[in-house]
């Protein structure tokens, strides 16, 4: 073989080296793109397991205040209207939910404390511990939700694994607090 052909060769041996790589490298970053998008999508559907959860506690709840409270029925229709979100509900109607859904326990709590016995009650108080595990689950479950969103907005920014990411791959956007738990805390004594 002579020399010319042999440069032709290897130069033809580095550019599909170069190739391999470069497609190797697309369909790594792509793969990483969809697990990331997975683990977002995941921890979304746990944070809809929580309030779904909480939803349910709240209905129990209410069942068992009926007993000792007189406008029972505004607060049971109200939680009663309140539908839980839907799998393809947007991130805005599930915190719309979620702020509704913190109005009505409020509610039964301001209920709870006029009525002692309700207080006492067993099955309330287990309740109500209950509902303090889902609350504790439901803020764990929507910061790592944000943590993946973060982590996969990063992702899907940073150059060169932008242009793969292109359209394809569109930014997430976070659960964010209701309004009202965005406004500082007047303590009155």
Same mark, same amino acid.
């Given at each position: 073989?002579?020399?010319?052909?042999?440069?032709?060769?290897?130069?033809?041996?580095?550019?599909?080296?170069?190739?391999?790589?470069?497609?190797?490298?697309?369909?790594?970053?792509?793969?990483?793109?969809?697990?990331?998008?997975?683990?977002?999508?995941?921890?979304?559907?746990?944070?809809?397991?929580?309030? $779904?959860?909480?939803? +349910?506690? #709240?209905?129990?709840? #209410?069942?068992? $205040?009926?007993?000792?409270?007189?406008?029972?029925?505004?607060?049971?229709?109200?939680?009663?209207?309140?539908?839980?979100?839907?799998?393809?509900?947007?991130?805005?109607?599930?915190?719309?939910?979620?702020?509704? #859904?913190?109005?009505?326990?409020?509610?039964?709590?301001?209920?709870?404390?006029?009525?002692?016995?309700?207080?006492?009650?067993?099955?309330?108080?287990?309740?109500?511990?209950?509902?303090?595990?889902?609350?504790?689950?439901?803020?764990?479950?929507?910061?790592?939700?944000? /943590?993946?969103?973060?982590?996969?907005?990063?992702?899907?920014?940073?150059?060169? /694994?932008?242009?793969?990411?292109?359209?394809?791959?569109?930014?997430? +956007?976070?659960?964010?607090?209701?309004?009202?738990?965005?406004?500082?805390?007047?303590?009155?004594?």
């Amino acid at each position: 073989m002579s020399t010319p052909v042999i440069i032709v060769l290897v130069v033809i041996g580095v550019i599909l080296l170069l190739v391999l790589c470069v497609v190797g490298w697309v369909i790594s970053t792509r793969n990483k793109f969809i697990r990331m998008e997975q683990d977002v999508e995941n921890s979304e559907s746990r944070i809809d397991v929580y309030l $779904t959860k909480r939803f +349910d506690l #709240l209905t129990k709840m #209410l069942d068992t $205040t009926k007993g000792y409270m007189k406008h029972e029925r505004e607060t049971l229709i109200e939680v009663i209207q309140m539908r839980n979100p839907g799998v393809n509900a947007s991130l805005k109607e599930k915190a719309n939910f979620n702020e509704q #859904l913190t109005t009505a326990s409020r509610n039964i709590r301001m209920v709870a404390e006029r009525y002692p016995e309700l207080k006492a009650d067993r099955m309330f108080n287990n309740l109500q511990q209950a509902q303090s595990e889902v609350e504790e689950n439901l803020q764990a479950a929507r910061s790592n939700y944000n /943590a993946n969103v973060a982590s996969f907005n990063k992702a899907i920014l940073q150059f060169p /694994a932008s242009i793969v990411a292109g359209s394809r791959f569109p930014k997430k +956007d976070y659960f964010e607090a209701e309004e009202q738990k965005r406004q500082d805390i007047k303590m009155e004594f």
